[in-house]
């Protein structure tokens, strides 16, 4: 997660609706969490799988105020699938997990309500 996680954050600018098209978030399932004690900040690397297109990328999630290692795997979760992989210390970011800030700006991660198929892209 990239962005600061401040709960009042402006509104940002109008943009049209082919940029919101360019960005493509998908949904997907963890299928491994593991600890990230090089981390910066507290966080762990997830194993998302997106389905047979896009297939398993790796992440990096600060989410540890609110999730445990145990309980992750299972979890869809909604995630930035077309950024360049990014370098968090040793390890390659391949997707952009996505999550809202609590009232403390602590990250709670965007799932869907109900069960859908991996690698869905968001409309």
Known sequence: MHATHDPAAAAAPTIGFDDFLA????IGTIVEALPFPE?????YKLAIDFGP???IRRSSAQITEHYTLEELP????AAVVNFPARQIGPMMSEVLTLGFPDAEGKVVLFSPSVVVP???RLF
């Open 23 to 26: 960005v493509d978030i998908r």
């Open 118 to 120: 991996n690698g869905g």
């Open 53 to 55: 297109t896009i297939g």
């Open 39 to 43: 981390a910066r900040k507290p966080a």
């Open 74 to 77: 299972g979890r869809q979760v």
